[in-house]
């Protein structure tokens, strides 16, 4: 039976409401009700603001990139002055990039010049590269003019160091080598003084970056009085090693750097690291007497089938010992060579240690560029790490590299690449960056402008085109400039061959990259998924309710 409640008077809003007013609110109707909201919109709000906030957070990690970024930085242009001179085909090849530390607008390359006679150059830069000009190499008195296979370096107060060697005889082997100095960037070179004597191969040259007037030289030195054309007659030739304290007027006594148990090396390259420490790569070619003892007579065919070993030797008494570990000893060589004028491997350190060694390897045929890492501290080698990022399996080769760190320990790798070319003859420059030590690298940029043939140059006649021994880096936190052979301006006839140069610009990776960068995707991820859990739990308690 139903009980009708008697009318009550109008209030406006500031009377007591009627029973069926309050009962009809779901508060009144059921105060536990009342009592949940305020905790469920809690939920509901909590939830709400950590998904977003965890979605955000993810969102953000995203836009900051591990790898960076490169462009090339203007147009590619010669350096040598006769690149752009009717009539002059000297083949210029084997840059080697330096620059001066104090005034780092002061630029020098030299560069081996092989045809239409064995010669050598030096061109200086007093802009950053804009513009280039030859210096004049003073010739040794009582030498035949045959300079040869130069090599470049600054000391740490701004000294320009040229190591070059000089050629006797109809065969041009090597009498002596020579250092000259310049206090003015490359304008003027002094008189040459003799640092060592006949049958110096492969000489380079580098300076302790913070040790003034301290150099090192390296060399493959060939015993005996036997040499053959184009070819070692006899194994067991060292490579050794000698320092200078005075800015290269005295020098040490050579010290042997390669294992006598090594029969077969060649291609030593330096470099000086933290603490003084000196190291050098180098290759043992094994078994290979068609490259070394000139089996293959100067003629182009398949390379030599065997394999090859990647060796670093370090020195920690300023060059008095060397201690070597293996790299890699299952290299595939790519290609034939003449063994006076071999390709070199790349090795760079950077300011807290880290040891980079790069070179060329046709195990994935026909040939790719490789890198090596070895951390401060670290028992071995780690590595390959493929470099070049075009199509596994597209017929192409990468080769050559060179490397270069940046002050902020970015690595740079420079390298000659055909992947444009699918008949696997026209190079371009290629450049690639690493910022986490080489595990990965970005995306290449080229830095020729236009593809030039990799058949133009000293033994292209015979089927041994000869590009050089290097290629030139120097690395800056946000630029690179590289330097190669150029052969646009040749053809098969003249033999002709640049040196050419490009800036690349960096942008680098975001101070969230890394693992700061993972923290917070994967955090944002964690606080999404809590977010909706508590959404859920609000759907859940909602439901219940009602």
């Known amino acids: ?83 752009l001179v009717p009539g002059d085909i000297s083949a210029h090849n084997s840059p080697t990039l330096v620059r001066d530390p104090v005034r780092p607008s002061d630029l020098a ?13 030096l061109d200086v830069s007093h802009d950053g590269g804009a513009t280039w000009t030859q210096s004049p190499i003073p010739a040794p008195k009582g030498e035949q003019a045959k300079c040869f296979a130069p090599d470049v370096a600054y000391s740490s107060d701004g000294v320009l160091y040229l190591v070059f060697v000089t050629l006797r005889g109809n065969g041009n082997t090597p009498d002596a080598v020579w250092i000259s100095t310049s206090r003015d960037d490359g304008r003027h070179l002094s008189s040459p003084v003799r640092v060592l004597g006949p049958r110096a191969f492969q000489v380079r040259l580098a300076a302790d970056p913070v040790r003034p007037g301290r150099l090192y030289l390296t060399w493959l030195q060939a015993v005996g009085n036997d040499l053959g054309e184009l070819k070692f007659t006899q194994t067991g030739n060292p490579i050794e090693a000698a320092r200078s304290e005075d800015y290269g007027a005295s020098w040490s006594q050579p010290v042997r750097v390669s294992s006598p148990a090594r029969q077969r090396v060649i291609s030593p390259t330096p470099v000086v690291g933290p603490g003084g420490h000196v190291y050098v790569a180098y290759l043992d070619i094994g078994q290979d007497k068609l490259d070394y003892e000139g089996e293959h007579n100067g003629q182009g065919g398949p390379p030599y089938p ?24 299952r290299l595939v060589p790519i290609s034939r060579f003449v063994v006076f004028l071999p390709p070199f491997p790349a090795i760079a350190v950077d300011r807290a240690g880290w040891v980079y060694v790069a070179f060329h390897d046709a195990r994935h045929a026909p040939a790719d560029v490789e890198l090596w890492s070895l951390s401060p501290g670290a028992p071995g080698w780690r590595g390959p790490v493929r470099v070049n990022d075009n199509p596994r399996g597209d017929g192409t ?78 690395s800056q936190n946000r630029f690179a400039l590289g330097v190669w052979t150029d052969t646009r301006a040749g053809t098969p006839a003249t033999q002709k061959q640049d040196i050419a140069e490009a800036a690349v610009a960096v942008t680098t990776p975001s101070r969230l990259a890394g693992l700061p960068r993972d923290i917070l995707r994967y955090g944002g991820v964690l606080i999404a998924l809590a977010g909706l859990i508590l959404v859920g739990l609000f759907v859940r308690r909602d439901r219940a309710a009602r």
């Open 109 to 121: 390359v030299s560069s081996r010049i092989d045809t239409p006679f064995f010669s050598c150059s």
């Open 306 to 329: 065997g394999s090859y070993t990647l060796v670093v030797a370090r020195s920690v008494d300023l060059g008095s010992a060397w201690s070597e570990s293996v790299v890699y000893d």
């Open 397 to 474: 080769s990468q080769y050559s590299p060179q490397l270069a760190v940046a002050p902020d320990r970015r690595l740079d790798v420079l390298y000659y690449d055909r992947r444009r070319d699918p008949a696997n003859v026209l190079n371009e420059a290629s450049l690639q960056s690493s910022f986490d030590h080489g595990r990965t690298f970005t995306h290449a940029v080229q830095l020729s402008s236009r593809p030039f043939s990799s058949r133009i140059g000293y033994g292209a006649k015979e089927g041994l085109p000869d590009l050089g021994s290097r290629l030139g880096l120097i």
């Open 1 to 83: 039976m139903k009980v009708r409640s008697s009318a009550a008077p109008a209030t406006n809003g500031a009377g007591p409401r009627s029973a069926s007013t309050e009962a009809s609110r779901p508060e009144a109707s059921d105060p536990g009700r009342r009592s949940r909201r305020p905790g469920s919109s809690l939920f509901a709000i909590l939830g709400c603001s950590l998904l977003l906030a965890g979605v955000g957070a993810v969102l953000v990690s995203g836009g900051f990139d591990r790898r960076g970024s490169l462009r090339r930085a203007g147009h590619d242009q010669p350096v040598n002055p006769g690149a």
